[in-house]
């Protein structure tokens, strides 16, 4: 395997160094049988958790705390994320094995949790040096991509006790609210699209599927990929997983999965838009084929998922503007909301999920 085209970690930001003297001695000791030194890197990508590789010897982990100033306790909470991987562990293969979870913030500011380090490649924005994608490999990674999450759509909430993690009835109602309430919380532009959409919601919501497990933030930088034949190894970032409609899931995906004719602030978050890939429409009638459930309502969920999405960039934007961190990232991410306002003003227009323009 060519090591360097696999998701590489690298100097830990400033800001978010972790190596206090008190936290190195705790993981010397509860990492006693693994020798070596301590060795710690971040891993760049993403918006939200902090994700650390944790080298000790020359054995590998990550390492998962919340971001400093984040308030959006659902969306940063490690109990909940690690017992979520734990409930996953023998019901669902594409995981991290979760080792242990600190749940104080006397170490490191905050608490965290340690899991197994998967190797493997991870797309972010851009295709890494040395690794070849025809049309064809997006083709099929599109379909796995699809496949997968039915796969995980598809588990017994109930056997599993992965039931213990949502509320399912009323899921789609208290998401729109909820979404639309944290929007204007964090609202920090006028942005007439986010209004306008946000009364659309309210008025359109379609009677709810069956629940299932649901990931909330499914996307391929969140996959961990074997990069020879593009089968997916991992699938991270389970802070916002629960239990509801599967197509609020879907509908999320459809939000982050740009195609060629959208704004650069939207390609920007990965490599959907490039050839080979399946459209939105076709992710869409993939899932359906797949899971056989209805997407009569398809529109509604893409709209939602763009909103969501909207709030999302809006709520780390809201804190990089109250000097809360110092990431440069961040102050793009008015356009990302102003990109996914647009989208989900389209698609209720054009009543279409794609080909707007």
Known sequence: MNENILDQAQEVRPAENISTPAF???????????????????????????TYLLKKGSTEFVLRKP???????????????FNVLSLLTPVFDQIPTPLFIHEEDDLIGAPFYLMERVKGLILRNKIPKGLEMT???????????VSNLVTLHNLDIKATG???????????????????KRYFNAETDSISQMNETASWMKENIPK???????HNDYKYDNL?????????????????????DPLM?????????????????????????????????????????????????????????????????????????????????????????????????????????????
């Open 24 to 50: 190195l001695s705790f993981i010397n000791e509860k990492l006693a049988e693994y020798p070596g030194e301590i060795e710690i890197l971040q891993f760049p990508g993403g918006f939200s958790n902090l």
């Open 249 to 357: 899931d879907l509908g999320t995906s459809l939000g982050y999965w740009a195609e060629q004719s959208d704004h650069p602030a939207l390609k920007s978050f990965g490599v959907t838009s490039l050839e080979g890939n399946f459209s939105r429409q076709e992710v869409a009638e993939h899932y359906a084929n797949k899971s056989g459930r209805s997407i009569e309502n398809i529109v509604f969920y893409y709209v939602f998922g763009s909103f969501k999405i909207a709030v999302i960039a809006q709520q780390i934007y809201a804190r990089f503007k109250k000097g809360m961190t110092s990431d440069p990232r961040f102050g793009s991410l008015i356009y990302v909301t102003k990109t996914c306002a647009e989208n989900a003003a389209n698609a209720i227009k054009f009543n279409r999920i794609n080909n707007f323009k």
């Open 67 to 81: 971001p400093r100033g984040a308030n959006i306790k659902s969306a940063h909470d490690m109990s909940r994320e």
């Open 162 to 180: 992965l039931l213990q993690l949502g509320k399912p009835e009323g899921y789609v109602t208290r998401q729109v609210e909820g979404w639309i």
């Open 208 to 214: 709810e599927l069956s629940a299932t497990f649901i």
């Open 224 to 244: 961990v990929l074997d990069p020879a034949s593009f089968e997916i190894k991992a699938l991270l970032d389970w802070e916002m997983a629960t239990v509801g």
């Open 135 to 145: 049309p064809h490999s997006f083709r099929k990674l599109s379909e796995n991509t």
